[in-house]
């Protein structure tokens, strides 16, 4: 397994807890419009993923990560810096 395809199976594993409808998730799954995720459910799941990863995922970050495959590559990235 590659070092991103571990990475998405883990931030698949880390939304499903959050996925409360039930969606099929894909890299282009929406956080906000898809997931309907609000923002306080937000802050949860990125404490999971910084907690999960060991990483720091600042505002900015957040605010650009619209959907499940930009996450997956943000997180590889700061993972491999």
């Known amino acids: 397994m590659t070092d991103r395809a571990e990475t998405e199976a883990k931030i698949l594993t880390l939304i ?7 969606i099929d998730i894909s890299g282009d799954t929406r956080f906000a419009q898809d997931l309907e995720w ?11 993923v910084e907690d999960e990863f060991d990483i ?15 996450l997956v ?3 590889d990235a ?3 810096a």
């Open 73 to 75: 590559d943000a997180v």
């Open 78 to 80: 700061m993972r491999a």
């Open 56 to 70: 720091l995922i600042t505002m900015n970050q957040q605010a650009e990560i619209e959907n499940v495959g930009q």
């Open 16 to 22: 499903e807890p959050f996925n409360k409808k039930g």
């Open 38 to 48: 609000d923002s306080l459910t937000v802050l949860d799941f990125v404490a999971n």
